[in-house]
T-cell receptor, first 113, second 114 residues
C-alpha cells in the first residue's frame, strides 16, 4: 500500500521523558511535515522539511526536535521541554510547491501521565 | 501572513438537504485553497482544491467548492447531504508568498441528521 505510516497510534509518556513518533512515507515525496492538533485550534505546524538533511521550524517548534536522514522518514521527538505535550500528532507529505496537495497519515495520540 | 477563518464551529443539516460549510481566507499573492475531512481519531483526507481556472471545483464524495476572489471565500457545498458526511471539515490555504506551508482553519463540525 502506498501512503504515510505513523507509529505508534497511542503513546503514554511520563513527565520528564522524551518520546519519538515515527513517520514513514513511500509516496516519493520530497516534503514532509509534522502538525499538532488540539480541540478547537485546528492544526498547527511544528516542523517541516523539503529535502533530506534540512528542516525548518514551524509555528510551534519549541520543545520538539526532528531529523531527516532519509527521504522516506521524518521522526518527531517530543522532549521534556514541551510543556503541554498531550495532543494528536499528524505527519504529512507532499511534493515541493505551494500548489501541491499535502497528504496525511492516520495520526498518533500522545498522552502525558 | 496568511490565515483562514471558518466562522461556524458546527453546522447541522437534515439528510437530503443541501449543505454549506463556510471559509474565508487572507493571503498575499495567489491563493491555493484546500478542503479536508477528518473522521474521529483519523488523519485528514483530501477532498478538493482550487489552484487556478474555473471557480467551481468538484471533488470527492459529491462535494464541490466555489472560489470567490472578491469575497475571499471558498465555501464547501454538497447538493444532498448524507448521514455519513458527518465529520470535521477543515479549510486550508497556501500561497505563492507562503512557500509550501498550509495554514488551517479551526474546523467546522458537520452533523447530518435523519
Amino acid at each position: 500500500d502506498g501512503g504515510i505510516t505513523q507509529s505508534p497510534k497511542y503513546l503514554f509518556r511520563k513527565e520528564g521523558q522524551n518520546v519519538t513518533l515515527s513517520c514513514e512515507q513511500n509516496l516519493n515525496h520530497d516534503a514532509m511535515y509534522w502538525y499538532r492538533q488540539d480541540p478547537g485550534q485546528g492544526l498547527r505546524l511544528i516542523y517541516y522539511s523539503q529535502i533530506v538533511n534540512d528542516f525548518q521550524k514551524g509555528d510551534i517548534a519549541e520543545g520538539y526536535s526532528v531529523s531527516r536522514e532519509k527521504k522516506e522518514s521524518f521522526p518527531l521527538t517530543v522532549t521534556s521541554a514541551q510543556k503541554n505535550p498531550t495532543a494528536f500528532y499528524l505527519c504529512a507529505s507532499s511534493m515541493v510547491g505551494a500548489r501541491n496537495t499535502i497528504y496525511f497519515g492516520e495520526g498518533s495520540w500522545l498522552t502525558v501521565v | 501572513a496568511q490565515s483562514v477563518a471558518q466562522p461556524e464551529d458546527q453546522v447541522n443539516v437534515a439528510e437530503g438537504n443541501p449543505l454549506t460549510v463556510k471559509c474565508t481566507y487572507s493571503v498575499s499573492g495567489n491563493p491555493y485553497l484546500f478542503w479536508y475531512v477528518q473522521y474521529p481519531n483519523r488523519g485528514l483526507q483530501f477532498l478538493l482544491k482550487y489552484i487556478t481556472g474555473d471557480n467551481l471545483v468538484k471533488g470527492s464524495y459529491g462535494f464541490e467548492a466555489e472560489f470567490n476572489k472578491s469575497q475571499t471565500s471558498f465555501h464547501l457545498k454538497k447538493p444532498s447531504a448524507l448521514v455519513s458526511d458527518s465529520a470535521l471539515y477543515f479549510c486550508a490555504v497556501s500561497s505563492t508568498g507562503g512557500g509550501n506551508k498550509l495554514t488551517f482553519g479551526t474546523g467546522t463540525q458537520l452533523k447530518v441528521e435523519l
